[in-house]
């Protein structure tokens, strides 16, 4: 059973700094890896998807990379600016056919002026 | 273009009664897909349609909860006989049909049964 973990579960910098999102999985047979910001009391949004066979995707100041033997993926966000601060949820997309995401707790962020 | 949209927003039953909740996807979308998230937790998988089709309802907790999408766009998510440990944030997510695209999802729909 996939099961996908995210550390630290709560995050605090000051603006500015650059910080990195770990997110790590127990199967590597995926088919692709979702991150997704969430503000309270709101849906998701998607970031970023990286495909099984990509090392990174890039969208700005985000930076997605994967390691799919490892079952390791990080979001790095450069610049860290107050309204970044959210939920940072990774969810992967398990092989064998599934099309459901399995998703971790989430890393709670918060950027302090 | 519009994204996913879900109503209610919020919705305040008592135990026992049943509720129904709505997901318009994205237009052409054909792969639609419900979740729940409970306080402090992630997203958790509960059905998911192909067209009209239940393609993996193993996600549903129990046969109290069911889903129905009859023309292959709006579903509707039911739940009989709610219960407390009912209360959750339900979200509906589309994508365009193939493993390897995007989930999009909604708002999501607050359930609380009191």
């Known amino acids: 059973k996939q099961e996908v973990t995210q550390i630290p579960a709560a995050l605090s910098v000051p603006e500015g700094e650059n910080l990195v999102l770990n997110c790590s999985f127990t199967?590597?047979?995926?088919?692709?890896l979702q991150w997704f910001r969430q503000d309270p009391g709101k849906g998701l949004t998607s970031l970023l998807l990286?495909?099984?066979?990509?090392r990174e995707q890039t969208s700005g100041r985000l930076n997605a990379s994967l390691d799919k033997s490892s079952g390791r993926s990080t979001l790095y966000i450069a610049a860290s600016q107050p309204g970044d601060s959210a939920t940072y949820l990774c969810a992967v997309r398990p092989g064998g056919g599934s099309e459901k995401l399995v998703f971790g707790k989430g890393t709670k962020l918060t950027v302090n002026p | 273009g519009a994204g996913v949209s879900q109503t209610p927003s919020n919705k305040v039953t008592e135990k026992g009664k049943y509720v129904e909740l709505r997901c318009d996807p994205i237009s052409g979308h054909t792969a639609l897909y419900w979740y729940r998230q409970s306080l402090g937790q992630g997203p958790e998988f509960l059905i998911y349609?192909?067209?009209?089709?239940?393609?993996?309802d193993s996600g549903l907790p129990n046969d109290r909860f069911f889903a129905v999408r009859p023309e292959g766009s709006v579903s509707t998510l039911k739940i009989q006989r709610t219960e407390r440990g009912d209360s959750a944030v339900y979200l509906c997510?589309?994508?365009?049909?193939?493993?390897?695209?995007?989930?999009?999802f909604g708002p999501g729909t607050r359930l609380t049964v009191l």
């Open positions: 349609f192909q067209g009209t089709g239940a393609a993996d």
């Open positions: 997510a589309s994508s365009p049909a193939g493993a390897y695209n995007e989930q999009f």
């Open positions: 990286i495909q099984s066979s990509q």
């Open positions: 199967d590597s047979a995926i088919y692709n």
